[in-house]
């Protein structure tokens, strides 16, 4: 896909996150790799409102060549790029339910929502708890890193998903799944639970490797 396609598939992407709810006022950021560099959507910018024109450019180094300042968050994106080759985007967004599942006290930061549906086993996998640290945290986007070689989704804590994808249509539905999912174990707490049995998970993950 062109650049230019590029830049309205992120804006149209980013109207109907917002549109929707999965995100609010300035939060939430979206970041495509391009042969020599990235697209990212701008500090301080509505997902709601974005000006394909304004997206800053980044060079193959992560430098800004064009557009407004990325957003501040590019840290998190950059180190989901880094360890993984195939990623092509990385959505981020404090959408609620994710945000209030990363609030919860008893997660299993190793597996943080369990295989309650075959989509979420195929477009999310086992998902991972990024410590909390402040934003900004330079320690922060280590942590992404260690993770992000085995896991193209993680929840960052008190905080709320970064995930990538091989395309910008497969990071934006994964990063929804993720939120539908979190939201439906949110409704079923205390609930219980018929889950996937792990043959289950085992044979989605064969039919559909990711
Ligand atoms: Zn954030």
Not at 121 to 141: I, K, N, Q, S, T
Request: hydrophobic letters at 40%; a neutral charge.
């Amino acid at each position: 896909m062109s650049e230019a396609k590029l830049r309205e598939a992120i804006v149209a992407f980013g109207r109907s996150i917002f549109d929707r709810g999965l995100t609010f006022g300035s939060s939430g950021n979206i970041s495509v790799r391009l042969d020599d560099g990235w697209l990212m959507t701008p500090t301080n910018a509505s997902l709601g409102r974005l000006d394909p024109a304004r997206l800053a450019r980044l060079d193959g180094e992560g430098r800004l060549v064009s557009g407004d300042a990325p957003t501040k968050e590019s840290f998190l994106h950059l180190a989901m790029y880094r360890e993984r080759a195939t990623a092509r985007a990385v959505v981020h967004l404090h959408s609620t339910h994710s945000v209030a599942v990363s609030c919860l006290a008893d997660l299993d930061p190793q597996d943080v929502l369990p295989p309650i549906t075959a989509y979420y086993v195929m477009r999310v996998g086992r998902l991972v708890l990024v410590p909390y640290y402040p934003p900004g945290d330079p320690e922060l986007a280590e942590a992404v890193r260690r993770l992000a070689g085995r896991h193209h989704a993680v929840l960052l804590a008190n905080h709320g998903p970064v995930v990538a994808g091989g395309s910008l249509e497969a990071a934006v539905y994964a990063t929804e799944e993720l939120e539908e999912t979190a939201k439906l174990c949110l409704l079923l707490r205390g609930e219980k639970l018929r889950l996937l049995t792990p043959e289950q998970v085992a044979e989605l993950y064969r039919r559909f490797p990711s």
